[in-house]
């Protein structure tokens, strides 16, 4: 089984640029997150879907960040304009749909932004 | 609200000496999922166990161990005679009791296990 599939791995921009990371999750995982980890401390929920509908993007900042799963398959998650503290890994995972879940989520190998 | 605290940052030990990975956690459910994850360099996070708050029964798992205690909120992380491929980050983590949902993250203990 293939697990969850992140691009770009890494990516440097200037402050104020824009950058888009793409997430493809398990085969049949209904449900999606994007975690923010900056670097020395644990990952932040930034938001979450099910199926193609947003389940909480309560900490995502909205004003720069955006996000969307338009299938309910893969999702990109966007931020425009970038600033220095956006510096940080960008972990997608999923889990399974209810009924099948264990509560784990599978986490992909992360998207590593620099923002100079 | 839910929090998740891992109060030691880093811990270094020698190889073959035991260590303990301590995770304190906050939560009004009264059931719910703990977990412990791995992270090495490479960057991938790996799942290591989950504890359902029904079940206070300790674990093994060849070299590891895990202290589950309700009274004190607490669930520890042990590794027995340490090697050097257990150097990396583990995050203790916490979640509701409901299938698709979040984890809230502690911030994580570096461990390095020297040769």
């Known amino acids: 089984e293939a697990g969850v599939a992140q691009s770009p791995r890494y990516k440097i921009i200037e402050k104020r640029q824009s950058v888009a990371f793409w997430c493809n999750p398990i085969s049949g995982h209904a449900t999606l997150y994007w975690y923010q980890q900056i670097l020395g401390q644990g990952p932040k929920l930034l938001i979450q879907f099910q199926n193609n509908g947003v389940v909480d993007d309560s900490q995502l900042p909205k004003d720069r960040f955006s996000a969307e799963r338009l299938k309910g398959v893969d999702s990109t998650l966007k931020i425009q304009p970038a600033k220095l503290e956006d510096s940080a890994v960008y972990l997608c995972?999923?889990?399974?749909?209810?009924?099948?879940?264990?509560?784990?989520?599978?986490f992909g190998e992360g998207s590593r932004l620099t923002v100079l | 609200a839910q929090k998740v605290t891992q109060a030691q940052t880093e811990i270094s030990v020698v190889e073959k000496e035991d260590v303990t990975l301590d995770c304190v956690y906050e939560t009004r459910d009264t059931t719910y999922y703990l977990f412990w994850y791995k992270q090495p360099p490479s960057g991938e996070l790996v799942f290591l166990i989950r504890r359902n708050s029904f079940d206070e029964q300790n674990e093994i798992s060849g070299r590891y161990s895990w202290n589950f205690q309700k009274s004190t909120s607490s669930f520890n992380f042990t590794i027995t005679a340490s090697q050097v491929v257990d150097s990396a980050v583990y995050f203790c983590a916490l979640s509701r009791n409901q299938a698709g949902t979040a984890l809230i993250f502690g911030k994580g203990t570096t461990l390095s296990v020297s040769s």
């Open positions: 995972a999923s889990s399974p749909p209810k009924g099948a879940a264990t509560g784990e989520l599978f």
